[in-house]
């Protein structure tokens, strides 16, 4: 009698993972997962309209922005065509691709080759040694930013306008990427946002730090390392 019970408990506990299992894979089967790649936006602000717009659509699972990468993660049901992603993302302004890494950020400013300006950080990678990137001689504006960043494309129209300019001001850029690579761990671990500037003077001093967008100070720095 014991023996009997026993594979009877046995059978019923089988058969019931057998059914969670079985109905877990109908509900995936049910949806499935898009990346849509953006093309030439301009902030990681862009991302609101083009969720709102993508909330409407019935069917939508959930949506994530990976905003590194400019991408539309979904999850949708079967029923949302393609097509229909691309219509609803196209009618925002924006353009996208089906597909992961093919999308991105508008292009930065140009600067012309007369300008003097270093990336002392192209990719996050740290940077051993600050000063030593620093022009001497010169007003040194160290800009700390991200392809992401709205406010930094409205602050890299004053760094050109300087660049273009002043002979005595120099730019130095800092691509952060994201706020975990290791030059935002390492110069941005108590700042609260981008873009942040550091000014220098002639004589390497810093005399100003900056977070935001906020030109004001940036000219009331400037006047101040001119006049040392």
Known sequence: MR????????????TTCTTVTYAASEADAATREVTLSLKGVTCGSCWTPIEKALSKIDGLISAE???????CILVV????TDSLLLAVVSYTG???ELGAGKGGYATQLVYPDSADILWLSKQGEKIEDLSAGLAPGKINIVDFY????????VLDQTLLK???TRDDVAIRKVNIVNYKSP??????RRVRGIPYVLVFDKNGKRIAR??????EKLDKALAKAGSG
Not at 210 to 215: E, N, P, V
Request: glycine content about 6%; some cysteine; aromatic content about 10%.
């Open 210 to 215: 900056i977070t935001g967008l906020d030109i």
């Open 77 to 80: 049901g079967q029923n949302v």
């Open 65 to 71: 922005f990976n905003l590194e990468n400019a991408e």
């Open 3 to 14: 023996k009997l019970l026993t594979f009877t408990i046995a059978l019923v506990v089988v």
């Open 146 to 153: 991200a392809d992401w960043c709205g406010p930094c494309r």
């Open 162 to 164: 300087l660049a273009t």
């Open 183 to 188: 030059v935002a761990k390492q110069f941005l």
């Open 94 to 96: 924006y353009s996208c």
